[in-house]
T-cell receptor, first 116, second 118 residues
């Protein structure tokens, strides 16, 4: 149980375009979802936290207008990188926690974004 | 703000041997959770073990165990009978045990790259 999927696993886009990454909890209701960014050989950096039906809370330094997060249902959250630039190239990971055990996060397999 | 420190960037261990990864943290809170996550080359984050701060007993999961020293704010991970599949980045993480602003967020250490040598 407690499976989180991400789609796509790898995406290449041209500079200036937007790309959407989906995060789904497959077998539980995710009351809270988190989006992380991970640079090579580094730790995970929290970008934002979202609760179903509410606006996401962004960490300091994360551009809200560039990284749009929508948590429209208890099983789906999306991250849209708008007007992507090469410096947005990174590995993006989502995680989700349920209302029954909010302290444990289940992670998706990640999405590698390359902006050319 | 809480911080998590992993002082060993890289470690290696012979297959079947035991290795201990270190983690220290800093917080003024009394109630919290600590985790060890494993990130193999596939980059899928996998929960290895979890410890509630209010529990004095150290958590154990098969070959994985922790040494939780609350007063010293230390949370080390011991891997016994190391296997090739244990090769991965290991991250120590912390979260507060309360609901409210900033709750449930994980603070990660920088990680320890563990290599198991055949």
């Amino acid at each position: 149980g407690a499976v989180v999927s991400q789609h796509p696993s790898w995406v290449i886009c041209k500079s200036g375009t937007s790309v959407k990454i989906e995060c789904r909890s497959l077998d539980f209701q995710a009351t809270t979802m988190f989006w992380y960014r991970q640079f090579p050989k580094q730790s995970l950096m929290l970008m934002a936290t979202s609760n179903e039906g509410s606006k996401a809370t962004y960490e300091q330094g994360v551009e809200k207008d560039k990284f749009l997060i929508n948590h429209a249902s208890l099983t789906l959250s999306t991250l849209t990188v708008t007007s992507a630039h090469p410096e947005d190239s990174s590995f993006y990971i989502c995680s989700a926690s349920s209302g029954t055990d909010p302290y444990e996060q289940y992670f998706g397999p990640g999405t590698r974004l390359t902006v050319t | 703000a809480q911080t998590v420190t992993q002082s060993q960037p890289e470690m290696s261990v012979q297959e079947a041997e035991t290795v201990t990864l270190s983690c220290t943290y800093d917080t003024s809170e009394n109630n919290y959770y600590l985790f060890w996550y494993k990130q193999p080359p596939s980059r899928q984050m996998i929960l290895v073990i979890r410890q509630e701060a209010y529990k004095q007993q150290n958590a154990t999961e098969n070959r994985f165990s922790v040494n939780f020293q609350k007063a010293a704010k230390s949370f080390s991970l011991k891997i016994s009978d190391s296997q090739l599949g244990d090769t991965a980045m290991y991250f120590c993480a912390f979260t507060f045990a309360y609901s409210g602003a900033g709750s449930y967020q994980l603070t990660f250490g920088k990680g320890t790259k563990l290599s198991v040598i055949p």
